[in-house]
């Protein structure tokens, strides 16, 4: 199993949705985690941190559930330039990064 | 300021071929990385150095050799240069090795290998 899998998508929605999606982890030890956007032909760059107790940040929230292991993403109100690739990311030395989700927020 | 920048951005070049990726970061970091996306977008960690010393070396091909002067510059050399070298290539620094850091990439180098 790999270390962390997520649904490659893409997600098509239009703008104004509320969109959720999740990463799952085999690492049963892993206690927190990153979200990581990358714009197309761009460098990944941090989103948010999820601890135990999730995180929020304006219209993003992010949840972790240690019993099904996985980490969610919500994004509310959808806009165009949330279009990228959410990648999750277990902390630890390495960083092993999930190969991504694609969103599309269309108008 | 670029926090972590990386040269060249574009490098096209034949097989067989050897070339080199710059990378600098001016963040007062004491952990570089170098990370290889390939076609399918998968990102991969390849090396990090801490204070110049390797501290993690993946699965990769001996033709690809890190090099750190100093805590603020990681480059890295590949030689003989083949077809599934063809990726982008990240350059990345932290403050920490370790797990609670957030890490900081720089806008890749796009190396297409004929």
């Known amino acids: 199993r790999k270390e962390v899998e997520q649904d490659p998508g893409p997600f098509n929605v239009p703008e104004g949705a509320t969109v959720a999606f999740n990463c799952t982890y085999s690492?049963?030890?892993?206690?927190?985690f990153f979200w990581y956007r990358q714009d197309c032909r761009k460098e990944p760059k941090l989103l948010m941190s999820v601890y135990s107790s999730g995180n929020e940040d304006g219209r993003f929230t992010a949840q972790l559930n240690r019993a099904s292991q996985y980490i969610s993403l919500l994004i509310r109100d959808s806009k165009l330039s949330d279009s990228a690739t959410y990648l999750c990311v277990p902390r630890g030395n390495k960083l092993v990064f999930g190969a991504g989700t694609i969103l599309r927020v269309k108008s | 300021d670029t926090a972590v920048s990386q040269t060249p951005k574009y490098l096209v070049t034949q097989m067989g071929n050897d070339k080199s990726i710059k990378c600098e970061q001016n963040l007062g970091h004491d952990t570089m990385y170098w990370y290889k996306q390939d076609s399918k977008k998968f990102l991969k960690i390849m090396f990090s150095y801490n204070n110049k010393e390797l501290i993690i070396n993946e699965t990769v091909p001996n033709r690809f050799s890190p090099k750190s002067p100093d805590k603020a510059h990681l480059n890295l050399h590949i030689n003989s240069l083949e077809l599934g070298d063809s990726a982008v290539y990240f350059c990345a620094s932290s403050r920490r090795p370790n797990s609670g850091n957030t890490i900081y990439f720089g806008e890749g180098s796009w190396l297409t290998v004929v």
């Open positions: 690492n049963s030890a892993s206690q927190s």
